[in-house]
Nanobody
Framework: QIQLVESGGGLVQPGGSLRLSCAAS????????MGWSRQAPGKQREMVAT???????NYADSVKGRFTISRDNAKNTMYLQMNSLKPEDTAVYRC?????????????WGQGTQVTVSS
């Protein structure tokens, strides 16, 4: 019943910025933990950023200080602001909504949006 759609990906130069959006629709009755992951070709999926029901955030060391996760509860939309982008940030970025509270492995996921950082 829940649908998540990512948008905002694309091609950007190193040092540039990009903002990803994750729009949720369906039977959403509360605030839930949410987050973003990414996966580059030939690499394991990496958790990039999370935000708790109380608004606490966590970031992977590789993006800390450059990325910011946020949400707009009224719009059921989550964002990932990405600054000072590097080529190693190139990946498919996916968002999740953890309605069960059991973690990302049991969450609802979007299909992803491609981010490519290249000169």
């Amino acid at each position: 019943q829940i649908q998540l759609v990512e948008s905002g990906g694309g091609l950007v130069q190193p040092g540039g910025s990009l903002r990803l959006s994750c729009a949720a629709s369906g039977s959403i009755f509360n605030i839930y933990p949410m987050g973003w992951s990414r996966q580059a070709p030939g690499k394991q999926r990496e958790m990039v950023a999370t935000i708790s029901t109380g608004g606490s955030t966590n970031y992977a060391d590789s993006v800390k200080g450059r990325f910011t996760i946020s949400r707009d509860n009224a719009k059921n939309t989550m964002y990932l602001q990405m600054n000072s982008l590097k080529p190693e940030d190139t990946a498919v970025y996916r968002c999740y909504l953890d309605r069960s509270g059991r973690g990302a492995d049991f969450a609802d996921w979007g299909q992803g949006t491609q981010v490519t950082v290249s000169s």
